[in-house]
């Protein structure tokens, strides 16, 4: 039973988050509104309610099952990525680079710096 209720509360704040962005008329991915709501939530009680750390353990232990669809998704596509591969690969390259270079930054800018004596 705390299973299937922690991925209810999982599935409410997703859609709470869908809610949200259909509402307001943003233009961010309701999940990841609801994800944010979430976060804040976790934050708030300091630890994960038990039936929630059930409910995501559960899908994680599930988790390749999710990777179906997108599997499906792809060999239905198959056409579009043969015409499209090259614009794929190039967004893919720089939008990694990207990522990296940004994550880098944002590592430095976060942690503390190291003081060393000079010789």
Not at 25 to 34: E, F, K, S, Y
Not at 56 to 65: P, W
Not at 69 to 94: F, H, K, N, T, Y
Request: charged share 15%.
């Amino acid at each position: 039973m705390k299973r299937i209720a922690g991925v209810l509360i999982l599935i409410v704040y997703h859609q709470l988050g869908e809610w949200l962005v259909r509402l307001a008329g943003w233009t961010l991915p309701g999940a990841v509104v609801g994800m944010l709501l979430f976060f804040l939530t976790l934050l708030a009680l300091r630890k994960p309610p038990e039936m929630v750390t059930v409910g995501a353990d559960f899908l994680l232990r599930h988790l390749a099952l999710l990777f179906v669809p997108a599997g499906v998704g792809v060999v239905l596509l198959l056409e579009l990525i043969r015409d499209q591969w090259l614009a794929m690969l190039v967004s893919l390259v720089i939008s990694t680079v990207l990522s990296m270079l940004f994550t880098g930054w944002l590592m430095q800018l976060l942690m503390p710096k190291e003081h060393t004596p000079h010789d």
